[in-house]
């Protein structure tokens, strides 16, 4: 019998081969399969189509799923720099990428992340969309430089904010959970966005910048 998200992902998710092709390389490569979940991916192809995004910096991009992602959604004139820690990743990424016709609008820096958003702020650069799906302990610093590099009304998407149920046992300090209850108290009323988390996936928070 079908659930919520089984309903949705029939009538609403459309992976062509390239998206699926992902999943099936990851497994074969023995890299981790934590891509974003099908009807997570159609949410943020939707938020940055109807957010008129244009320059995207996803931070965590793996094989390149999300990031296909989010580059349909993007005007032809639209690029997305996507932050990866490993060079694996963005091999196998880049191959995707290009397999979806899109080569010439992505881009990569390989590295530690907190590093290249120090490099990204140094330079000035803005942002009117950002997806943060990295190291969660690592969270709030994310968010912090994103806010910094962001244009005004720019929206920050962050995944995994239910850590599977985790951060609704106080009783569990592990980093990851602790992180993320610090995260999700801190979207909800910091002045500087306007946020919400979204019941879809292992929660998808989504905060716009109202300044800067």
Not at 47 to 66: D, M, R
Not at 70 to 91: C, F
């Amino acid at each position: 019998m079908k659930n919520e998200v089984n309903y949705i992902n029939d009538l609403f998710v459309q992976e062509d081969d390239v998206l699926k092709n992902i999943i099936t390389g990851l497994d074969e490569r023995e890299l981790p399969q934590i891509s974003v979940s099908p009807e997570v991916g159609k949410v943020l192809y939707m938020l940055a189509k109807i957010s008129g995004a244009t320059h995207a910096l996803e931070i965590g991009g793996l094989g390149g799923y999300s990031t296909i992602w989010i580059g349909r959604a993007l005007p032809e004139t639209g690029e997305i720099l996507s932050l990866e820690l490993k060079q694996e990743h963005v091999d196998f990424a880049l191959e995707n990428v290009k397999a979806a016709g899109m080569e010439d609008r992505i881009s990569y820096l390989v590295g530690d992340a907190v590093e290249s958003l120090d490099q990204l702020t140094t330079e000035g650069k803005k942002f009117n969309f950002f997806f943060i799906d990295a190291d969660k302990p690592n969270y709030m610093y994310y968010l912090e430089k994103a806010i910094q590099l962001a244009m005004p009304g720019a929206l920050i998407v962050a995944d995994n904010l239910f850590q599977g149920g985790r951060i609704f046992d106080e009783e569990d300090d592990n980093p990851s959970p602790v992180a993320i209850r610090a995260f999700n108290e801190k979207i909800a009323v910091d002045p500087r966005l306007e946020s919400t988390i979204l019941t879809v996936g292992d929660g998808l928070g989504i905060c716009r910048v109202k300044s800067v």
